[in-house]
């Protein structure tokens, strides 16, 4: 299917592994669709893990950190205001932390990087089907097959109205699948191009016409072919989602690959577009009114608020922010306790609101400062790791070195997105997160483990 180059299922590089390694491979490809099958089959993959590499995941400092993460996170919820919320909502972490352990024991290599890359992105592909049904064509699906084993519901129109959410709960959470999907696929199509390339440089130039001919045609067939219309679609759905957060995210990808590959041009050119965008938001009016004859309104009334001008206060994230971090600040070390935000928020501003908009600041307000710093400083940890693997390591290949490049940059687009959003109330896009970091580790103390094997 698409070329020598994509197997749904592919080989682990230790035999004992290729039973969780697999279920690992399917339970992805089916789970933006499917998120119960999906689950089972991930935590069936992780608990093997857990099972085959008990005492490598054990010794492992990073997960020992996520062991005090673990322990503190009890420890708050035993000073939670309401005990019983704050317990429930352990189950928003913990369990992640496990599966993240187990996961990071099964994923050795960059191969495997890619792997689970490739199905990310042909998952991604009926997602996207079911967005575009749901705005042009007015879908409406209400679709349930025994219980939980599939359980859609697709409101015509979008959620809220006017932006695409597919078959996610809200617009946001899906800009939030998408941005993930978006990355991967643009590092996945950088890579096939430069095969490409490489591949044409190699043909002899008397075969010229016949070459362009054959190229074209393999062309349509090709992975490149399919990458470059499902980057495409992911864009113009992200686009549709009318998510600010997802925007950011879009344009930051394609300048951190414009800047990684060089590209200054590009990266010139993705900068007078910003500029330009952000002019007709937020310039003064005569110099806004200049802009706003070229950058459409749907772009920048959505920055600037024109497009929702009676949005109370409350809703307004600069009025979240204030309230959380003000519970921060009364209690410190412990916090008010997991899920307490919204009940908090509710009495003092009369509106139901999910969260603050912002992760670390809602884990700051309910569970502490303490708490906080040590989940931030598990995450920098990985996010350094990686990126010192990637600019010093003489283990990765030339030609390996950009799709870890491409899950490095999903991770800090990740950390951005939930300084704005929380992406850790939806199950599907909570466990791809804590997936592809335990991707980057398994990668990085595989790596370690070579090289102490060597010493």
Known sequence: MLGTSLKIVSNHPNPRLQFPWNSLQIGLLVFAISPFVGAVAIILAALLGWLREARTIVRRPLNQGFALLSLLLIITAGFAVNKTDAFLGLFNLIPYFLVFAGLSSLIHTIAQLRQLAWILVIGSVPVVILGFGQLFWGW???????????????????????????????????????????????????????????????????????????????????????????????????????????????????????????????????????????????????????????????????????????????????????????????????????????????????????????????????????????????????????????????????????????YLLVLGEWMLFNSVDVTLFDFRVNTISWLLLAAICGVVFTHKKVIENKA
């Open 140 to 406: 409406a699906l209400k679709l349930q097959f025994l219980w939980i084993v599939i359980d859609w519901e697709i409101a015509p129109g979008g959620e809220p109205p006017g932006r695409m959410a597919a078959n996610f709960m809200h617009a946001n959470i899906l800009a939030a699948y998408l941005a993930i999907v978006f990355t991967l696929a643009l590092g996945l199509w950088l890579e096939q191009w430069h095969a490409e390339m490489k591949k044409l440089k190699v043909k002899s130039q008397n075969a010229k016409n016949s070459r362009v001919l054959t190229f074209n045609w393999q062309f349509l067939s090709s992975p490149l072919c399919f990458l470059t219309l499902t980057a495409i679609a992911n864009f113009a759905a992200l686009i549709l989602t009318n998510s600010r957060n997802g925007w950011a995210i879009a344009i930051i990808a394609c300048l951190a690959y414009a800047l990684y590959q060089g590209w200054r041009i590009l990266v010139g050119g993705f900068a007078g577009i910003v500029t330009s965008v952000l002019l007709a938001a937020f310039a003064p009016p005569p110099i806004a009114q200049i802009f706003r004859h070229i950058v459409p309104a749907f772009f920048w009334a959505r920055l600037n608020d024109e497009m929702y001008p009676d949005r109370p206060v409350a809703l307004m994230r600069k009025t979240q922010w204030e309230f959380a971090w003000n519970l921060a600040q009364q209690h410190p070390w412990t916090g008010w306790g997991l899920r307490s935000f919204s009940a908090l928020y509710k009495t003092k501003m009369n509106i139901d609101l999910g969260h603050p908009h912002n992760l670390f600041l809602m884990l700051s307000a309910e569970t502490g400062f303490p708490t906080t710093a040590l989940f931030c400083g598990l995450l920098i940890w990985v996010l350094i790791a990686g990126i010192q693997f990637l600019r010093q390591s003489s283990y990765l290949a030339k030609a390996d070195r950009l799709i870890l490049f491409s």
